[in-house]
């Protein structure tokens, strides 16, 4: 049964995995500068450390009281194993493991990077890039590691020679949604403690050493400055990591899930087979997922600049480079493993219009439609958070008049930028379901999560050259190395906005197909809200999104004011400090972070995770589905408008930094347009590194713990009951001129104890006729019974 | 077939008009006072009147535009009668009036109410609150009057002797949405113009005047003030009353529809006849809609304070015995309504579970299921916004540490106060629906709006209290004036918000109720979002209300900083401002914010219209009640946000006026943390008072376009189509222990002609009995023929 393409996706992940300890070697291998930066670059790697450290020591009470509630559910369901337990522990310590050694390679690469831009910026770019390869590698290769290992052994131990399929490879699912499970339940903790840490101890340090003690960015007086750098590490670093790492494994997942329906859907009159063992649909988004390892790993060749006096510009060209090309490779190796693994033509059943057949090219199709929608969200989030772009100088505008304008422009640029956003999201369900059902949405979401490597690579990089800024400035290097780090974080900034857009649209996406696998999971006929209990829930689950983020926003405040009241307090008690003759005590701070940041991660989280459990358990599957729709959706919406608004208010104040003209006059740094500016971004902090990245989380756990419990909820198609369910559509047509001219067809499905047979028929001739003909027909006997 | 209870609403509405009528003429009797306060309230009056007459102007075109697209909908359209371009009319003329006579009396009212507050605050507060009951009973009279009197014409027109009752009815009531729309439309527009054109006087002269050139509010040195207190009336009192005439009219339309589809219900087996010409479910909601009116009045006798040094306290203990009485008089008499008007027994179709029976009580526990969750939400809104109370000294706090974090706290104390709101809400969804179906969501709705003329009056007290302050600011009055109606201000600010949070409410469930009447209107099966198309459309219905709340807020930050550059360069160029010597240009402000307010309302007005129409038409009936749902959800969250998040801000700055104790340190008006709220307060205005209450009229009129447009998309039940619908339902139970013990229910429901008739059939027997009985039997043969 274990064919030699189970063991493709292992080995490219392997691949992966020792790429990354080659590139991890060479950066260490780099000259980590003089000994004060040692120490300072030690100082941040100590304080992220703690703070993981401590981070985990908290999620293993809630991985234990977790593991147990699965255990219990598994004695309970018959079709829940209890190897869903070991799946979900080893997804919680791959994702830490994710995060962990991201944060590693970056606290070891910030002074490597600006001792690199001593030299040269393409060598700093090459250290900082690195690091940032380092981290994509290590997430992607151990998510599609763990995956595909675990699919093995579960195929292993579920499929049977002879048996059912089906319901056979549904429990081999199940309990690899344990491991997603696991995995997207740590990557939400890290990524709202994260958030908490990094932007408490950013506000902390901005509020009082930039607006109040007048001091510059990474001063050393500032006593909250190595919090602020052990911040970008932990927040930016581990927890987009997590995060990512939790949104790969879902998106293989669902679109694993929603391959075995096609294969049911397929096996209708004939048992389905192919040369992989009939998984080829199955095995497809786990493949692919192996080959854009290998097409990042190629795509990080390309990114290297060689004229030490480039630009922004210049940089992020080698970065689009890079990127376009990995994306490029695999959508190339997509069409021919596509073309190769799926056979010519696809059955699937389509809600209210029966079995279709699919050409498998259109799955293709639907994999571009995902590229593309992917891209052009991108481009969206970047011209609505840029320097120089429309929104971002009308909110520079807005600062003349004062912080209160600047925050009325930015929050209605955040809110205006969903409207293509969520049109272009719109568009992509709509065209990749019309292209190839909801198998077509998952790969859509594959598609675009295939190159997460090289994604994740660009998008590291920007922490690690922003700490480099830090710790030159801290290190007091000359201006030169400033400049050159400047480059690389302005160039970070950017693909920072535009790898959260990528990671909405990813997000979303994957939401939707592990909705539409709870939907075909639980057996319900969909979900319709025009139920009470339904539109319930659907304003329940609205409401979940603005409550998290509200919670997480109150806690970046809470934590923001100690750290505010603590740094005044050193200002005050500390002699000496801003002369530089005083040391500040820096560890206090990270102390205070790190404790709020645990404290305040739990209530959010836990909301998260026992919701849905509740509504499940109280009000059914169909309300649960309608809460998962709420939350869907709100939360979409929510998180771009966090997330924009945030990126667009960070630029505008960036905007002064260059000198920005304001009704006809230049405006600096220091004008009290630049102060207003200041507050925007204060206000945005949260928004775009806290609240707003924890809804991508958010939305997809829900999807996953919904897909966890539908088991228990009581539509379930239980294989160990004896059911027959008899389905008959009819459908009518009648000319209108004509009315001796009638059509009708008749699908009949019946499923009995787990085996479905379809039955077409058509009828023509007058309406008489085929109103007689029809009435005769059965449309949707029921009978469930449990023996 | 005219029953004498038809011709009761139009007594009580015209009773009212004619109380209120009284009211005008004593408020107008009162003593306007000095010269100068005359010469004050005539330019806020003319001011707010040339607004008025420009807004109708523009209104005019769109009126015309869109009578002729519904006159042509009613030549295309066989069940849709040409009437309903008269009815939309009218309703729009009635809007208008409705908010011009609140204005007109609010204009009146406030010179005489700093006249009387001069002798007695008990004084100022009849004055005050006359001129709110005014407003108060022109707006539900008028609602009443208009909705009651074309229903008597289109029931003359429409019902025939002996005819098919409820397709009859339901072009009867089809016409009779016109004239909702009509209202509904106008009122978007007067609340989006009216809100822009409010909060771009005040923050512009906030921003100037009080920030920049340290003069107190309502200063008659700051050229924007006039402009200001003309704001105070377009937008919080012709906006508001506008918006709640339209809601107020829906409310009663929706229950009147399901009402409709009750009497279909109840005629399956036996034509359904009462003593009210088989229409009582139809004209309940209008007649307790009447009865509210006079309750109303009856409510308003009792508002009235004896104590001259009365404080806010004895005032909002007055209002509320007011509101209390109405509430339970109406209470009371709708518990007598239903025992008359409605059969013992009532027969509802619930979706998936067939006809039930349901006993008339059950609507009265859905009205006081209303009437608890509308008083409840009030609470949960008075809590998040009301001074004292622990968001708002949250926000206090957090203005210590500068603007940035009040701005965060301010945010999260608006989207944390979803929380309660949407439970209480979505319980109201549940339980009303639970107890009488969609009738009861109805009934719900409008148990909440029946006494709309006391909710008006207590709410448009406010506004006017608060221009008789600033006429006494500006005409100089002595100090005791101003503390007078500082007092009914300040308790018109609670009053303003808890009203909102009531309007939100009853927003909420009328949108739902009229989406009930949508669905079952278009005959379709229901709302499934597990469809692509609907669940895309569900995505961009969520979009909707963030866009419009963002146009909305730009709007204001243009048409603001228009103001504050108008007001800057007149400090600036006309002599002798600051010293009194020298006078502003108010009109320039005026006409400022009315050009502004004009221009802004457009967009966000047309993309509420056409967007439904839109994807209606493109997509059909299914993904157009996604769309709808999508609005509501998002809609529904994005009004509590914003409306809660401006309250408290508000609150919040006006802690300081008294002083509050931030870190053990009393704090008052002048400290940086006071100069922190009040940029908070500004970013909070074009929330509460633009954005916000929009999102109300936003959600209702999309699913009134949707209703008026449902019968121009596919699958409307059309009465001049030959048709037949089979529908069986079967329900198995199985006895667990006893494999030789199950039951079957079939219920089979037949439409022929537009006749409908149901068969119920009960089989018991062993498992293969049962099953072969039930699989002889159809399910749903639906065929559908246009001759």
Redesign the interface.
Known sequence: MITNLMIAPIILAVLGLIFMFIKMTWVKKQNPGSDKMKSISKSIKEGALAFLAAEYKLLLIFAIIASVALFIVSTIVPTTHWIIVIAFIVGAIFSALAGNIGMRIATDANARTAEAAKTSLPKALQVSFGGGTVMGLGVAGLAVLGISLFFLIFVKMFITQGGDFYNEMTMALEALAGFSLGAESIALFARVGGGIYTKAAD?GAD?VGK?EAGIPEDDPRNPATIADNVGDNVGDVAGMGADLFGSYVATVLAAMVLGNYVIRDMSITNKFSDNFGGMGPILLPLVIAGVGIVASIIGTFLVRIKDNTAKEAEVQKALDLGNWVSILITLVASWFLIQWMLPKTLQMSF??EGLLNIPSRHVFYACMIGLAVGALISVVTAYYTSLGKKPVLHIVQ?SS?????N???G??????S??LS??L???A??GS??LAG?YG?ALAASAMMATTAMQLAIDAFGPIADNAGGVAEMSELEDHVRERTDILDSVGNTTAAVGKGFAIASAALTA?ALF?AY?TFTGI?????????V??????G??IP??F???A??S??KA??EM?QEVRRQFKEIPGIMEGTGTPDYAKCVDISTKAALKEMILPGLITIITPIIIGLLFGAEPL??YM??VC??G??WAI?QNNAGGAWDNAKKSFEAGVEINGEMTYKGSDAHKAA???D??GD?FKDTSGPSMNILIKLTCLVGLVIAPILGNHTDINNHQ?S?K?E?K?E?N?NN?DN?KATITTTITKNGETTTEVKNIEGS?EE??AQ??????????????
Chains 1, 2 share one sequence.
């Open positions: 506000v509020l607006v809600f209210g807005n008049t004062g912080a209160a304008t925050i009325i422009a929050l209605a640029v955040g809110m205006k969903t409207f969520v049109i999201f719109a568009a369900i709509y379901y019309a909801f949405v939707l539409a939907v006929d969909g979900i319709n809200i025009f139920k009470a209990d539109l319930a829930m659907l304003f329940v609205g409401m603005v409550i983020s509200a919670l926003m109150e970046v405040g923001a004011m505010v589905g309608g729709a709420g959706v709100s979409v919406m408008f200041v507050t925007g204060t206000v949260p027959t008899i008959k009819v009518v009648v209108k009315s009638a309406i085929v109103e029809t009435k005769k027909e059965d449309e949707s006997t029921k009978i469930k019974t449990n023996k």
